[in-house]
């Protein structure tokens, strides 16, 4: 299976979205998924199909190499979860391939409009391995009084 990266709007004249891509020929599709990374069209090499101007010490080519990082963990997942799938002799399909992707690369995010304040959180630790701490965090605060 091939996999790239393509811009959302590549003659924008201002940041848009990487996609990652995959062809899966089995359905005649393509997978595309939104790497939530963005980079204005004048920084990516179309060539390559990745950040230019990598080398440097400016912050932007800082930037670059940052959003280049995260770019091979999504290409590097892929090759991993199509490995597994072949050795085991299942099927990839772009379903499995989104379910995967979610999982794996959206188990770190959390909306930045939400506010936790005020919101008590519970632990549940099983067999009570860690009952003292939770102690610690589940106790009443002196206002529930």
């Known amino acids: 299976m091939n996999s790239s990266f393509r811009l959302k709007y590549p003659k924008e ?8 891509t995959a ?4 359905e005649g599709k393509t997978f595309i998924y939104s790497t939530g990374e963005k980079i204005h069209p004048k920084d990516w090499d179309f060539k390559n199909k990745r950040p230019n101007n990598l080398s440097g010490r400016k912050k932007d080519a800082e930037n670059r190499r940052i959003i280049d990082g995260q770019l091979s963990r999504y290409k590097d997942y892929f090759i991993e979860i199509t490995n597994l799938h072949k050795s085991i002799k299942e099927e990839l399909t ?3 391939t989104k379910e995967k992707f979610n999982i794996e690369f959206q188990k770190n995010t959390f909306p930045k409009k939400i506010n936790l304040e005020g919101i008590k959180i519970v632990l549940d630790c099983a067999n009570g391995a860690a009952y003292k701490s939770c102690l610690l965090y589940t106790s009443p605060s002196p206002r529930d009084s």
């Open 23 to 26: 062809s899966f020929k089995n």
């Open 94 to 96: 772009i379903a499995k």
């Open 13 to 20: 004249n201002k940041e848009t979205l990487i996609y990652f």
